[in-house]
């Protein structure tokens, strides 16, 4: 069977609005080239082990299982980074918090970062990545998220990020952080959304918070003024339902300067708030 002929086939059977980009990656994956290579020699043969193989992956991604599982890997930021089922696959939209923390630190030559509920790491090391003299924490509570984490920064060849097993601030060192950054479980339980796409094979200790999916969010924005700076910044990813909720939280505890950012479809993703002593 020909690449094109496989991908072909493989769309055929994948129930996806991403049949054929997902097609594509696990080709890829199973012959170790990349996307372009696949344009480029669309009537290479592929050997028996590689028809079963793919037709494997083809098989497990028809069931639902994320391609980021079935290939171990996802590209965040400029990173290349390691995924399994202990945590979320990095998803584009997260970006968003990224470029405002990245915006928010653009005057200070040095700082000290925190993230909470890093999972993979992505949104540590990618703030490290571009800032290679600031001090990133990320912290999880799930030793087998930190321990990959701990791999993607290895991967990545990034000394500036370091990683420790916290539930939210119960391990991190008495010091304060110039800026915060956590993209929490915020999903309520019950909600429809966890029975579709890859939520269904992501671990719910990830996504889902009590108090309609708030609670995670209200303890970290209480708990985070004993760790920032005088003007320093809390930032989470959010539902695009919960902003005016989370705004209130912020006000309630004493924030100022609270703003809300749209992501690229429009929807409120990442709120801010500053800290003054």
């Not at 005016?244 to 809300?260: A, M, P, W």
């Amino acid at each position: 069977m020909r690449v094109d002929q496989a991908i072909q086939q493989a769309v055929t059977k994948i129930n996806s609005e991403s049949a054929r980009l997902d097609s594509e990656v696990l080709l890829a994956f199973i012959l170790e080239r990349n996307k372009t290579w696949l344009k480029t020699w669309p009537d290479y043969q592929l050997s028996t082990v590689e028809q079963d193989g793919f037709a494997q992956l083809v098989e497990r991604r028809a069931n639902g299982e994320p391609v980021a599982y079935l290939t171990g890997q996802r590209d965040f930021w400029t990173l290349d980074l390691a995924t399994n089922n202990s945590t979320l696959i990095p998803r584009p939209e997260t970006e968003l918090l990224v470029e405002q923390a990245l915006q928010f630190l653009e005057d200070q030559p040095v700082a000290k970062v925190l993230d909470l509920g890093t999972g993979t790491g992505a949104i540590a090391l990618a703030i490290a990545s571009e800032r290679p003299h600031d001090r990133v924490i990320g912290a999880d509570f799930n030793a087998s998220a930190v321990e990959l984490a701990v791999n993607n920064s290895q991967r990545n060849k990034l000394s500036n990020a370091e990683f420790v097993c916290s539930d939210w601030f119960t391990e991190i060192p008495q010091m304060k952080f110039d800026l915060i950054v956590s993209n929490p479980p915020y999903v309520a339980a019950g909600d429809p959304h966890l029975q579709q796409g890859d939520l269904v094979f992501e671990p719910d200790s990830a996504l889902i918070a009590g108090d309609n999916g708030f609670a995670d969010i209200e303890h970290i924005i209480d708990l985070a003024r004993q760790f920032l700076t005088n003007g320093g910044a809390l930032m989470f990813e959010h539902g695009y339902q919960q902003a005016n909720r989370v705004t209130e939280l912020f006000v309630k505890n004493g924030y100022s300067q609270i703003e809300t950012i749209k992501d690229l479809s429009g929807l409120d993703r990442v709120t801010q708030g500053i800290w003054r002593d």
